[in-house]
């Protein structure tokens, strides 16, 4: 069946950097576009990032531009995202979530568990 499992979250500084990692099973990972969407307490879902089947194209929530990387090892079926200046105001649960088809904009149709990212001095 269809697993994404989340890695990589925790207590990072103001300023300091993380990487969250996907890893995926279950489906034919480089068929897909990905994403990565958050929760901060008690507000909804936001969505970060998107990327393509094959990585090359990309896009992000204004306010993380120029400071987070999404990106893909389709040989590895892992779908990363690289936090650096990670701000107070990312402190969130950050999930993977996988595209319905190659490009984003078909909706997300299935979900990890998410992991806790904490930005805090």
């Known amino acids: 069946q269809v697993q994404l499992v989340e890695s990589g979250g925790g207590l990072v500084q103001p300023g300091g950097s993380l990487r969250l990692s996907c890893a995926v099973s279950?489906?034919?990972?480089?068929?897909?576009?990905m994403n990565w969407v958050r929760q901060a307490p008690g507000k909804g879902l936001e969505w970060v990032s998107s990327?393509?089947?094959?990585?090359?194209?990309?896009r992000y929530i204004e306010s993380v531009k120029g400071r987070f990387t999404i990106s893909r090892d389709n040989a590895k079926n892992t779908l990363y995202l690289q936090m650096n200046s990670p701000r107070p105001e990312d402190t969130a649960m950050y999930y993977c979530a996988k595209s319905k088809d190659p490009w984003w904009g078909s909706g997300m149709d299935y979900w990890g568990e998410g992991t806790l990212v904490t930005v805090s001095s």
């Open positions: 990327i393509n089947s094959g990585g090359v194209s990309k």
């Open positions: 279950g489906f034919t990972f480089g068929n897909y576009a």
